[in-house]
């Protein structure tokens, strides 16, 4: 894949995941424009850094290690990916996630 259409389809996947977003929560959340230069994340929600992927080949542990090397103290890192005909799927630490769930009112 050349680099323009590489860089046309990291786009247009941040764009939809972003309207995902943005329709379950109600949000007006948009995508960085100039990450890629920078190195940082694609998408912030909050304290929550996002890096975006769309990705037949997965390469999780060094996306994981890009968005954490953007974060600051009290940010939660987080890996949100596609491949060809699936669901979007999200990657964080196990103690993010805990963090996530003990702020749920959950009847256990």
Excluded: H
């Excluded at 909050?46 to 769309?54: D, F, L, M, S, T």
């Excluded at 080949?57 to 890009?66: E, V």
């Excluded at 103690?95 to 769930?101: Q, V």
Aim: proline residues 1%; aromatic residues 4%; glycine residues 10%.
């Amino acid at each position: 894949m050349t680099g323009r259409t590489s860089r046309n389809k990291g786009a247009g996947a941040e764009r939809e995941f972003t309207a995902i977003v943005n329709a379950a929560l109600g949000t007006n959340v948009a995508r960085k424009l100039g990450q890629a230069r920078e190195g940082g994340d694609d998408v912030q929600l909050g304290n929550y850094r996002i890096e975006v992927k769309r990705r037949e080949t997965l390469s999780i542990m060094a996306w994981c290690r890009q968005v954490e090397a953007c974060c600051a103290e009290g940010e939660v890192p987080v890996v949100a990916f596609r491949q060809n005909s699936q669901e979007w799927r999200c990657v964080l630490k196990l103690n993010d996630l805990l963090t996530l769930i003990k702020g749920l009112d959950l009847c256990l």
